[in-house]
């Protein structure tokens, strides 16, 4: 039986981001990396920069901060929000995890400090 979570995290610029969301996605939920993805970027083999950013998502901007989306089944939240406190983050306290789980009506917002 299906249980998903819907994830939206997002977090600093100062950030190495390309490092951050490697820690991320190293995070194993129901035996497989939860590989959340970029909102901003094409997806070519984990390749990030400038040369691939995208605005096609809505509007006539670009994100002005990291944002990283996905729905991941049977999710132990408790322990993915302990396991992205531990991460070294340069700024904790811009960490946002926006979560919906499948019971929730509507998102709610988790800071990590």
Sequence with gaps: MSEVTNLIL???NNEDEVQRIKEVNFYISDGSSINLVSADYLRKAN?????NRKS???????????????AINH???D???TFLKEIDWEEK?????????????????IELQ
Aim: proline share 2%; glycine share 8%.
């Design 56 to 70: 096609w998502y809505g509007g006539t901007k670009f994100l002005e901060r990291p944002l990283y989306i996905g």
């Design 10 to 12: 997002t977090f600093s």
């Design 79 to 81: 322990d993915f929000i």
């Design 93 to 109: 306290e811009y960490v946002q995890l926006i979560v919906k789980q499948e019971q929730d009506e509507k998102f709610k917002i």
């Design 75 to 77: 999710l132990d939240l």
């Design 47 to 51: 390749s990030f920069g400038r040369d």
